[in-house]
């Protein structure tokens, strides 16, 4: 089967991933088109979304096409996803019928889906979008599962619009405390986009159990050595921060205490001090500070962070926009 | 009053019928037009949708307008639908204002009221969609009341794109189990449509007490004449199954069992072998299956016979989209 | 800052207002345009609502351009207002972020925010649009907070239809029971605007525990003085409902019960005849009678009322769709 969806960027190429953020950079010097005109998306939304959701509907309406943003569960019924099953619980449709279904409808199908927070085997299978990717006959796109492709495209342009060519770069991926265990879908994210695009990335956590799943670190190593970039986990503050160009920060669980959150508490909670405040941006080399949003404010980072010159959150998040515009206007293409 | 409404079938000839079939087929075969250019439909959802509501958004769409979609007491406030009443309960608004409003604003009002299940001999009367014919200035649309007109109509499609003329096809509509009492009103359009194209038409469910309301049984049966079909009940399943051309399931509770959900639960239970499989298929006139959709798989039919080339429920969801847009832009042309 | 909003009518001149009136009876007469062509508007409902969404957007497409409709805290996180605040609660996010992300999306951005009904000293304050004001970057509308606005625009018009100039005319704002303590957003409103358009306008409530706010009494005497006409309250059924041309009527709760409803609760339930029935319309000079709508039937109005040619809330909820339209033309145009 031939056909592109946008499940990951590892499944694109370096070079497909410089053309995206060429094109997102096309959008947002012009940002009207038709590049699909006539044609619809379907947003389906098993968590709920601000940014993720204005911004594919915005961009479907900018590029001449029309956005349905659906909520299984809330405004639709559960699915089920497993294949064999037989439905006698909860769900009254099988993801064969919605996939197929919605596949006749509409151009293109965007999914978010987190994971369910109880144990992370299940989890890091990604099961829903996967089940979409394998039942639809359009093209299927990653609004965030337990990576968040979209995100890294945004966070990519930011950079580049900042920096230009990234290669050799001083990347701090770092972890912050937050009051619920969050998912690591956009740290581990970072990592992927951030080796791909041959910087050095330092990951900043504050002990072996912040470290992400070995699939994205064996990937960004992968990335790293490809690229020219180096990857490296750190658990001080002080080593990693020096000579930063770039500091992304973002908060989640950890894995071995997946669905056992209360174990985990006071260990978050003993770190709280990993909040991102001026005295570490000060040991950076004049870098800027991102997040995926939303920030808690002077949980995360301090309103002085935020409120700097060096914060780069608002533009990453106006790039989702621009971005996703691409990545929609290059799978339709293709069809 | 001269506006028309598109909320039952039965309001329309057989000639209508043809000529509504027949633009939806047009609009499959090229999708965009300006039939709805300007022009709004609003989609008042007061149980909720997936497959509906997409196709109607997007079929706005495709002809250049645009579908507002409303979840009165979800979204919006509770509407009281009885004429003089002191409103000191929980609705702050009358449907005169709703529906008189709405009027001003958009060109089309589509309404999905399902019954409340409580007591039969109220829900028949089909008071919410009604209520908004009587008082709406602008056409209204049923997406599923105690009928399912546009199902119909996708249905209906779905079966002429396999058989061409359908006259004197045998056609088997058949009860099938499901965990819950549902709604009858697909079975009642199935038995509208199915007499309407000149079928014989055999509805074949468990006891005498899952025979359909009345009026829906004494119009069939005037369909059937009017025709040249026929409509028998049976509760022999290789007898019904035997030489058909077109199976169309779905599951119901049974009316004298209507509010008193536990008592028809035994009955409901010892018959879940009413399951559609491909031993009762076998049985056919290398018949077609089909369904309206959500469908439990393995509980009303199984996985075989969903992913067999028999089954054309995925074309009759697609249709959906398809007819339903022949309706609006019929019901737009007349004003 | 010299970008313009639209939070209270009170920041335009009676000339501006003028303008607005005439450009939506403009919209009303010949109802599409370009004006937003390409353009979008985010719609943020922290309450719900159905006209207002529906004419907002509705308005946004017939001009060309889409409406984002997003509800907070419902299928978006909760929103910290408050500047500086260690979010370690409910909030996810800060306005701060919120507003300009969306300000690099859409190109106007409209609030609905109800008081919180528990301290009418924090709720005056209207903090939530006021936000959103300061921290955007485009154009902000209100969509109903503490006032109003697009009522008054909406409610000017219907009363211009009927009575071309309006200075002069008696115009009589009445409270009605509700079974609930409701917002004094509209009576707000329609203090400013009837005393804006020159009016001789009658106060009428129960005590004077029902006067509003002071800021809104105090504009509306200033108005009243800079445009020719009066403001007076008056507990006289009799005496306010005589000789009038206008009777509004909305309920709202008493500001000296705020949060302190259940004492209110016997006052309230003693004056349930201030209802506006045929014998008090009777008195006035063959006035006509409107309403914001939603309205309970025979609770605020009786039905004889609410269906007599009298009645021009149908006309006043209608014309929400072109004000609106002339406001956001007007913003989108100082672009």
Known sequence: MSLRHFLTTQDYSRAEIDALLEQAAAFKRSPRGQQLAGKSVALLFFNPSMRTRTSFELGAFHLGGHAIVLSPGKDAWPIEFRPGVVMDGEAEEHIAEVARVLSRYVDLIAVRAFPKFRDWSVDREDAVIKAFAQHATVPVINMETITHPCQELAHALALKERFGDLAGRKYVLTWTYHPKPLNTAVANSALLIATKLGMDVTLLCPTPDYVLDERYMDYGEH????????????????????????????SWGALPFFGRWEDEKPIRDAHKHFIVDEAKMALTNNGVFSHCLPLRRNIKATDAVMDSPACIAIDEAENRLHVQKAVMASLISQR
């Not at 050595?225 to 920060?249: F, K, M, Q, W």
């Open 223 to 250: 990335n790293a050595r490809e690229n020219g970039g180096s990857l490296t986990i750190s658990h001080n503050l002080e080593e990693a921060y020096r000579g930063a160009d770039v500091v992304y920060a973002k």
